[in-house]
Each structure stands twice: as C-alpha cells, then as structure tokens.
C-alpha cells in the first residue's frame, strides 16, 4: 500500500518549487484536518495520515467489488475486490495569489504544450493513448522538448483548510479511479466524496 501511496500521492510531474513545498510539509500539521474529516465519517470510515509521503487517506473498512477505470482493460477482467478510499497529497498551505499566478503560468504552458502536440500529430508520430514513440531522430528531439516542457506545470492543489492544502489524487469524483459494483456502496461512497469536498474550501479553478 505504501508503494501505491508514492505512485498516487508523490509520483507526479513537480517542479522543482513544488517539490520544496511537499518536503517543507514536515513541519506542518495536519490533525486539525484528520479531526473535521471525522466529524463528518459515517461508521466504518477510516482516516490515516502517511507522513513519510504526506498522504492522507479516506477509506472504506469493508471491501467491496470495484472496477477500474483504466482504458484497453483484459477481455477478461472482472474487477477486483479491496477497500475503497480516497487519497490527498497534503501540502504547505498555499495563498489564493499564488494559486492564481500558478494557474496563468499552466494556462501558458498548456497551451504551448497543446500546439506542439498538434504539430507532432500531423507529423504522424506513432502515438497510442497519452504517449509518443517517436521513430525518426528528428522526432525524437521534438518529443523530449514536449516532454520537458510538460514538466513546468505546477501541480497546484484543489481544496485547502486554514492549515494546509490538498491535492484530491486517488478516486477524484471528477475522475474515479475505480467504482463500486454495488449499487448501494457505490452510493455511499459518493456521498463520503460529497461530504468531503464540501468541508474544505476550493481553490477557484480559472485563472
């Protein structure tokens, strides 16, 4: 579970800003967040806090059924059974100007990243569902400058308390990684995601 804690919570494209932020978490606390988040679990709700990668996890004692939203599944696939949780990356509290000044900056990337992209999609760089595998050495150049250029996107958090922020990186409601099979455990895990969306405030999306 720690290996996928790192992968979810850590393993994800930072600048080297971004990554000071989520070492300097160690000296922030945390608990006042694990004590609102109980205050609104229903019984058999679990919340822990993984400071080794400042994760903070929400999850379901009961397993149940769930299935993968991932693309070109096996034929055979037929959903796995475990417990089914939500995961933040915590971070040091970030301020509503930086967030936006943030924001403009990813906007800017986005867009040039979006144009390069094009242009490597007429070039006909073979490409299969968010990667390039570039043939030609020409390509090869272009798709590393993509690539680098992809890495000065902030990774900028969704909610924050008056401590610290919060990134929603696992079972997002925006984009489940897995859903219940079970139309009644489907339904109580959304309303534990609507629960906790609404406890914290949200960072304003647009810059």
């Known amino acids: 579970m720690k290996v996928l ?3 979810v919570c850590v393993a994800l494209s930072l600048s080297a800003a971004d990554a000071e932020r ?5 000296i922030k606390t ?24 400042s994760c903070l996890t929400v999850s379901r ?8 939203q991932l693309p070109n599944l096996p034929p055979d696939y037929q959903g796995e059974t475990r417990q089914y949780s939500f995961m933040w990356r915590i971070t040091p509290l970030m301020d509503e100007k930086t967030y936006k000044q943030m924001s403009v900056e990813n906007a800017k990337v986005n867009a040039s990243a979006s144009e390069m992209e094009a242009a490597l999609h007429a070039r006909h760089v073979p490409y299969s569902i968010d ?3 570039p043939e030609m050495e020409k390509d090869k150049k272009e798709v590393q400058k993509y690539l680098d250029l992809l890495k000065a996107v902030h990774s900028l958090p969704d909610y924050h308390s008056s401590e610290v922020s919060m990134n929603w990186t696992w079972n997002n409601p925006a984009w489940p990684n897995l859903v219940p099979g079970d139309e009644a455990v489907r339904n109580e895990c959304k309303g ?14 647009k810059p």
């Open 61 to 68: 004692d009961k397993p149940a059924l769930l299935y993968s």
């Open 131 to 133: 990667r390039f595998f």
């Open 5 to 7: 804690r790192f992968i």
């Open 22 to 26: 989520i070492e300097s978490i160690k």
């Open 30 to 53: 945390v608990e006042p967040v694990i004590a609102r988040i109980r205050t609104v679990l229903p019984p058999g709700w679990t919340v822990s806090y993984d400071s080794q990668y």
């Open 192 to 205: 534990v995601a609507g629960k906790l969306a609404a406890l914290f405030p949200a960072y304003a999306k």
